[in-house]
């Protein structure tokens, strides 16, 4: 009784039914397509955030960067010889220097491992190699001579020597610029390396510990001409290159992988580390592992995603804020909105049938029974606008995702970031040429995509029966007020 009763309902009002529905679906697309977007923001996010970390990094142990002491600038010095007969002899020096904050002892890596909520902790040595090569040309004095007296042919005439000249000489000097990172070969899945996999040749072994091999960068390989098998020197000592490595998601900041010690020695920081990669047991806890480490190891910076998702501005900004706070308060509103139009409307279709329900009243029907068919009704039209509503949420973020639109995501400092991720004073971060070229490596293209997830689903799936149930309440409680006799009133 209770489904013919209903099925029939319904297919004399249809009309009312598909406005209903039709409410509802808008709310309910209108969340999914949020939430699609909001969740490709995220994985937008992650990317860049990616680009930085490495699979598997929750936060990185740095610390801040000192003033210079004394008359030191903290500047690169280059000395030399420019009296050398040979002008064809070329100069060449390279300076070393450390990059991406104050160096931290060896062994803290071993007291981060030990915190509580640490998984496992790896350190690495950022450095910034300055090349400079070249030659100078020895100029030539020459003297000029200069007629005296009363000109041409005149009494007292004659030439003079003039004061000698040096007339050309100079040098010319290339100066190139690269980062270079230490990683610690025995756990490659925490570390600068994390960030890109090996496309050509191998990755460092266990056992290379302190071999002269290298990894280079894709770009930097392909700049220098560099293959898999030849040889990079960095101040005098040469590496061999044994694997190319492209970055997953951007352009990597680090150009040149070195065992960890090899890079220590390389500049002159034996058993130092600029960066202490971490990995939490709980990605729930990372704000407290955070908390843990500022605690028991005082004088670093820790530093996690949520911070450098702090850092992150351009499009993908101003669209994560976007959908994040205008585009939820908005579909909460239309849902909210969506929810009373149903249940006014379905309230509403109870009133224009008194002399239905007050009929059945007296033919015996409880109050219970008339709230339970208004109820159902609505239910049956919230799962229609709910299906209607994914079915236009869906379409929505597949549209989305097949235009793709184009965000810039551009990676601000932290300060204490340093590592390979090009961050503040990170690798690259040299003079102000290479902190323009560092600049333009922080600048992301991300292609936005929307997608939807089975759990986006079953809350539009919820929110269409929650609509149903809130209508239906409605317009149940206002059947179940009613008397048999407003049916007679309403007999003319």
Excluded: C, H
Excluded at 158 to 176: E, R
Excluded at 179 to 193: E, F, I, K, R, Y
Excluded at 246 to 262: A, E, F, I, N
């Amino acid at each position: 009784m209770f489904g013919i009763y209903l099925k029939r309902e319904l297919s004399r009002r249809k009309k009312a039914a598909l406005v209903i529905a039709m409410g509802l679906a808008l709310g309910i697309a209108l969340v999914i397509t949020v939430n699609s977007v909001s969740a490709g923001m995220q994985q937008a996010q992650d990317k860049v955030l990616k680009s930085l970390y490495g699979l598997g990094t929750d936060m990185t142990v740095t610390k801040a960067q000192t003033a210079p002491s004394g008359n030191s600038s903290g500047r690169p010095k280059f000395n030399f010889d420019a009296k050398s007969n040979d002008s064809k002899k070329t100069q060449s020096s390279d300076r070393v220097m450390t990059q991406g904050g104050q160096s931290l002892k060896s062994s803290l890596v071993t007291e981060v491992a030990a915190q509580k909520g640490v998984a496992s902790a790896v350190g690495a040595l950022s450095l910034n190699v300055t090349k400079v090569d070249g030659s100078f040309t020895q100029g030539k004095a020459q003297s000029s001579t200069q007629q005296q007296g009363g000109g041409q042919g005149g009494p007292g005439g004659g030439t003079s020597t003039g004061q000698p000249q040096v007339q050309g000489g100079g040098a010319s000097f290339d100066v190139n610029s690269y980062s270079v990172a230490g990683v610690d070969v025995t756990n490659q899945d925490l570390g600068p390396l994390a960030t890109s996999k090996i496309t050509t040749g191998k990755t460092f072994t266990a056992s290379q510990t302190n071999a002269k091999v290298a990894v280079l960068s894709k770009s930097y390989a392909k700049e220098n001409k560099k293959t898999v098998g030849k040889t990079v020197t960095i101040s005098g000592t040469k590496y061999t290159i044994i694997g190319i490595a492209t970055p997953d998601s951007s352009d990597s900041t680090t150009d040149v992988y070195l065992p960890l010690k090899q890079a220590q020695t390389l500049g002159d920081s034996k058993n130092k580390v600029t960066t202490i990669y971490v990995k939490a047991t709980d990605s729930q806890q990372i704000d407290t592992v955070k908390k843990t480490i500022q605690k028991n190891i005082s004088g670093t910076t820790v530093t996690t995603s949520a911070d450098l998702a702090d850092t992150v501005s351009g499009s993908l900004s101003t669209a994560s804020n976007l959908a994040t706070s205008v585009g939820k308060w908005l579909s909460i509103a239309v849902l909210v909105a969506a929810f009373l139009v149903a249940a006014l409307l379905t309230s509403s279709a109870v009133s224009r049938r008194v002399r239905e329900f007050g009929t059945l009243k007296a033919l015996g029907w409880p109050s219970r029974k008339v709230t339970r068919q208004v109820v159902g009704e609505s239910i049956v039209n919230g799962l229609l606008g709910g299906a209607l509503g994914i079915a236009l949420g869906l379409g929505a973020a597949y549209a989305v995702t097949a235009i793709s639109p184009k965000l810039t995501a551009e990676l601000g400092s932290t300060g204490g970031m340093g590592g390979g991720g090009g961050m503040g004073g990170g690798p690259g971060g040299g003079g102000p040429g290479q902190q323009a070229a560092s600049a333009a490596k922080n600048t992301m293209e991300i292609a936005l995509s929307a997608p939807v997830s089975l759990t986006t689903i079953a809350l539009a799936a919820g929110l269409a029966i929650a609509g149903g149930l809130i209508a239906g309440a409605m317009g149940g409680w206002r059947a179940s007020r009613m008397r048999p006799a407003d049916a007679l009133r309403s007999v003319s």
